[in-house]
């Protein structure tokens, strides 16, 4: 007999992990809010004619009535007290907030959960009285100081997204196993990079450079997949292969962390991080 099987209290912890996965399936935040391929394509195209203009992207909002109830009854049952029940409290909190979240995708109402789940610009870092803010800032001086205040420029040669796919899925296949991970090419994802526990997708069309595929292996592969893979793996809590809305900080986090420790990372990576913290708080500000 199993611990699960012995234990009053797992085997509760386990079915109310299991009604978690179940009410979560739905819930997928990139998916929702993802812009399609074809805008930042008309976008980029009419910037470049000197033609400025937001793109115009159309949302479905989903109702998540249902699976809020799920998520609110599982966190009411949840004995917090106990470390798993705090952990499937605090998880379906989260999945609540993001649920609340999507469903004003489109909308002024994104913006208080989607801080609440993510924070803001302007937080200050652990440990000091530093913020995202004034990270981002020293980042883009750094920038400023290696090409004197210009953009830094991509990289001159390009890798074709076909032949990144099979270099990254032999890399893939050689530490997780052949064909346990799938690596695609997605013509419609707007980020150059994907990952979840079965599959690593591509952008299509897409001219990607060494520093790419090194920061995509180590972020999206040996911290994303893996994370992913390792929460399938788990005996009792199914739905640590789904990274709770709470803990998405900690693990873009973890992700950007593995590229620097991987030395993968380079100074114009840092500076699209930074841009896009700057982004979100000139947009929190009104612009």
Not at 245 to 264: D, H, I, N
Not at 270 to 286: N, P
């Amino acid at each position: 007999m199993n611990d699960v099987a012995r234990s009053p209290v797992l085997r509760r912890c386990a079915d109310l992990d299991r009604r978690l996965v179940t009410a979560v399936r739905g819930i997928r935040v990139l998916a929702t809010v993802g812009w399609p391929a074809a805008a930042e394509q008309r976008f980029l195209e009419a910037l470049q004619r000197g033609r400025e203009a937001l793109p115009r992207v159309e949302y479905a909002p989903p109702d998540f009535s249902e699976a809020r109830a799920a998520l609110a009854a599982i966190a009411t049952e949840a004995d917090a007290t106990h470390p798993l029940g705090a952990y499937l409290a605090r998880s379906a909190a989260s999945w609540q907030t993001a649920a609340r979240m999507l469903e004003a995708v489109g909308t002024a109402g994104v913006t208080a959960p989607s801080i609440e789940l993510y924070g803001k610009p302007g937080d200050p870092l652990p440990g000091g009285g530093q913020t995202n803010l004034d990270a981002a800032h020293y980042f883009l001086e750094i920038a400023r100081e290696l090409d004197n205040g210009d953009p830094l420029p991509e990289a001159e040669y390009c890798i074709p997204a076909e032949v990144l796919r099979d270099g990254v899925r032999a890399e893939v296949d050689a530490f997780f196993g052949d064909g346990k991970v799938r690596v695609e090419i997605d013509p419609e994802l707007t980020a150059k990079a994907a990952a979840g526990a079965t599959r690593i997708r591509l952008r299509g069309a897409t001219c990607f450079s060494e520093y790419d595929r090194s920061q995509l292996l180590a972020h999206e592969a040996f911290v994303h997949t893996l994370t992913a893979l390792n929460g399938r793996a788990q005996p009792v809590l199914k739905s640590l292969s789904r990274t709770a809305p709470r803990a998405t900080a900690t693990q873009e986090g973890l992700a950007v962390f593995a590229e620097l420790m991987s030395g993968s990372i380079d100074i114009a990576r840092l500076q699209r991080i930074s841009l896009r913290i700057l982004a979100i708080d000139k947009a929190l500000k009104g612009a």
